[in-house]
């Protein structure tokens, strides 16, 4: 298993596309560009009608499958807003999770927005698809700036799946 897992993301190293895009960017899991993903620990096989694998999330495990870049590979455009969206199922009762997005050059923060959902919104055991935007801060943005995108958990556990992530 772990031996197929390691094979699975040399391939995706290997056949990976980084190129920039003219007109913002759009990403999804499994999609193209497949650089950039980050916690590809959390993948599991689960029983879903998209993909081979979801983000299994909780107190061991908080930070999902995510996404880190700098601005600058993913556009040519100044990006002015990130949009993440994401299908969620929590798996406990007590479950409750952050949906981020965040922005630093060279190790200094430049902004962090987080959205805290937990299941009196998303319901036990059903997927739910949640959605979260940042306009970006553009008068600090610079050549090194990198954005990572991630659902963080707070407590309880939880699904993550269809991961997409788009900048205008």
């Known amino acids: ?36 993903w980050i916690n590809l620990g959390t ?5 879903n009608e998209t993909t081979n694998n979801v983000s299994f999330i909780d107190t061991a495990a908080q930070y999902s499958l995510g996404y880190r870049q700098r601005l600058n590979q993913l556009s040519d455009k100044q ?12 798996l406990t009762d007590n479950a409750e999770f952050t949906m981020v997005i965040s922005l630093d050059s060279q ?4 902004m962090w927005e987080g959205i805290k959902h937990d299941t009196k919104s998303f319901p036990k055991g059903k997927w739910s698809t949640v959605k979260h935007s940042a306009k970006i801060p553009v ?4 050549g090194n700036t990198e954005a990572t995108i991630y659902v963080w958990n707070n407590n309880g556990s939880s699904l993550i799946d269809n991961i997409r992530i788009e900048g205008n």
Do not use: W, Y
Request: negative net charge; hydrophobic residues 40%; contains cysteine.
């Open 107 to 110: 190790g200094n923060g430049i």
């Open 43 to 47: 993948l599991r096989p689960d029983d």
């Open 139 to 142: 008068d600090k943005i610079d």
């Open 79 to 90: 990006v002015k807003e990130i949009i993440f969206e994401a299908d969620v199922k929590p």
């Open 1 to 36: 298993m772990k031996l197929t897992a390691l094979f699975g993301i040399i391939l995706l190293i290997f056949f990976s596309s980084c190129g920039k895009r003219d007109t913002g960017f759009s990403l999804r899991h499994g999609g193209e560009p497949n650089c950039g």
